[in-house]
């Protein structure tokens, strides 16, 4: 069985201050993992997933294996990051994305 | 484009009475999956379909089921509603062309299912 978990369901910040949000993963293969984004009166959205290795609106993510994690990562939080955020995962050959319950961030000025 | 366009927005059932939900994937996108997002958790996997097929299924009853129109578009049918089913349903919609795609999703704003 696949399952995300997100230990903190609210995270508050300042502004200029690093953010790291929480996602553990238990799955026995090789997943796919992803970070949506929801913002205020937003559709949910995709931020970032692993095999882009990209950097998104400042945002990072790693994939650590042996930890089965894949925290996201900002230097210095805007007050515009302030939204919900998913860890989400993918199976090999899954067509399901199984999804964290989320964290509020908010990022004060 | 309106991107994913769900409809009705909200709306309310007794138990035990049926419910239809519609939805329009994106332009250029072939795969609608079916979320439901009860309050504050995160979404859960209803069903996939592609090429007018159940594609994939999770871990949900027979009482929801769904159909896809040749045109991508799709429904959400719930049987027998349950106080337990009020929820927030999203649909995504994806594009099997793009390698991985499946799992890229653009998601709807939903539509609030309140069950008395």
């Known amino acids: 069985a696949q399952r995300v978990t997100q230990p903190e369901k609210l995270l508050s910040v300042f502004k200029g201050a690093p953010v790291e949000l929480k996602c553990n993963y238990s799955y026995s293969g090789s997943p796919e993992l992803f970070w949506y984004v929801q913002y205020s009166r937003q559709r949910l959205q995709l931020l970032l997933r692993h095999i882009s290795r990209e950097s998104i609106k400042g945002f990072t993510a790693d994939l650590n294996k042996g930890e089965t994690s894949f925290h996201l990562k900002k230097p210095f939080a805007q007050e515009e990051d302030s939204a919900m955020y998913y860890c989400a995962l993918s199976g090999f050959n899954d067509y399901k994305l199984s999804f964290g319950a989320g964290t509020t961030v908010t990022v004060r000025a | 484009d309106a991107g994913v366009t769900q409809s009705p927005t909200h709306l309310i059932k007794t138990r035990g009475q049926q419910v239809t939900l519609r939805c329009s994937p994106k332009s250029g996108h072939d795969t609608v999956s079916w979320y439901q997002q009860a309050l504050g958790q995160g979404p859960q996997f209803i069903f996939q379909y592609y090429e007018e097929e159940e594609r994939q299924r999770g871990n949900f009853p027979d009482r929801f089921s769904g159909h896809q129109f040749p045109n991508y578009s799709s429904e959400l049918n719930v049987n027998a509603l349950l106080l337990g089913d009020s929820a927030l349903y999203l649909c995504?919609?994806?594009?099997?062309?793009?390698?991985?795609?499946?799992?890229?999703?653009?998601f709807g704003a939903g539509s609030r299912l309140t069950v008395l």
């Open positions: 995504a919609s994806s594009s099997a062309l793009v390698l991985s795609g499946a799992n890229v999703l653009t």
